[in-house]
Antibody, heavy 125, light 107 residues
Framework: QVQLQQWGAGLLKPSETLSLTCTVY????????WSWIRQPPGKGLEWIGEINHSGSTSYNPSLKSRVTITLDTSKNQFSLKLSSVTAADTAVYYC???????????????????WGKGTTVTVSS | DIQMTQSPSSLSASVGDRVIITCRAS??????LNWYQQKPGKAPKVLIY???TLQSGVPSRFSGSGSGTDFTLTISSLQPEDFATYYCQQSYSSPRTFGQGTKVEIK
């Protein structure tokens, strides 16, 4: 059974860089996209971006200038960096696996079926 | 970006009730709509993908329907473990946006 274990610094000062890593255990790393999602306190979910096993990335335009997602296939890990953080970046950050299902010829649906437990990141001076 | 709007934002219901949550997309997303359940302090869990396909292991009291811009999540008989927040999410285009959530509380 696939499990995602995530870790990283939980307390940052404004202008610092957030850095989180997620390790994939018990399953294939290739053939999937690997995602980051965040949730500010008491609020909803925001998709940050994703990367596939080949290193192809897609980012939320609202964060694109500050986000970098990378992977290390030798360690079955993918990582998130978010630069120049502010209090607005305070949130629980989740890593997740994005799976795909064929819904019709040439049509696909993507959904996040395995999630990490989340890492609370607080930005405060 | 495609905006996803859920209604209601919250509801109170009793065990055994039938519960319906709706999700509307700001443009057509075909059937590229997923539903997640989130309990306090836990990561979201996928319930339904591609609008109506039940994820393995999810009880059959959960069902999804819809296409285009309007979708529904139905819980046929609410159980104590179903009290949670539910999110819809479109996977039609990037960025993959979520609805604001519907909190299901005990009446």
């Amino acid at each position: 059974q696939v499990q995602l274990q995530q870790w990283g610094a939980g307390l940052l000062k404004p202008s610092e860089t957030l850095s989180l890593t997620c390790t994939v255990y018990g399953g294939s790393f290739s053939g999937y996209y690997w995602s980051w999602i965040r949730q500010p306190p008491g609020k909803g979910l925001e998709w940050i971006g994703e990367i596939n096993h080949s290193g192809s990335t897609s980012y939320n335009p609202s964060l694109k200038s500050r986000v970098t997602i990378t992977l290390d296939t030798s360690k079955n890990q993918f990582s998130l960096k978010l630069s120049s953080v502010t209090a607005a970046d305070t949130a629980v950050y989740y890593c997740a696996r994005r799976s795909v299902v064929v819904t019709a010829p040439g049509k696909y649906n993507y959904y996040m079926d395995v999630w990490g437990k989340g890492t609370t990141v607080t930005v405060s001076s | 970006d495609i905006q996803m709007t859920q209604s209601p934002s919250s509801l109170s219901a009793s065990v055994g009730d039938r519960v319906i949550i709706t999700c509307r997309a700001s443009q057509s997303i075909s059937r590229d709509l997923n539903w997640y359940q989130q309990k306090p302090g836990k990561a979201p869990k996928v319930l339904i993908y591609a609008a109506s396909t039940l994820q393995s292991g999810v009880p059959s009291r959960f069902s999804g329907s819809g296409s285009g811009t309007d979708f529904t999540l139905t819980i046929s008989s609410l159980q104590p473990e179903d009290f949670a927040t539910y999110y819809c999410q479109q996977s039609y285009s990037s960025p993959r946006t979520f609805g604001q959530g519907t909190k299901v509380e005990i009446k």
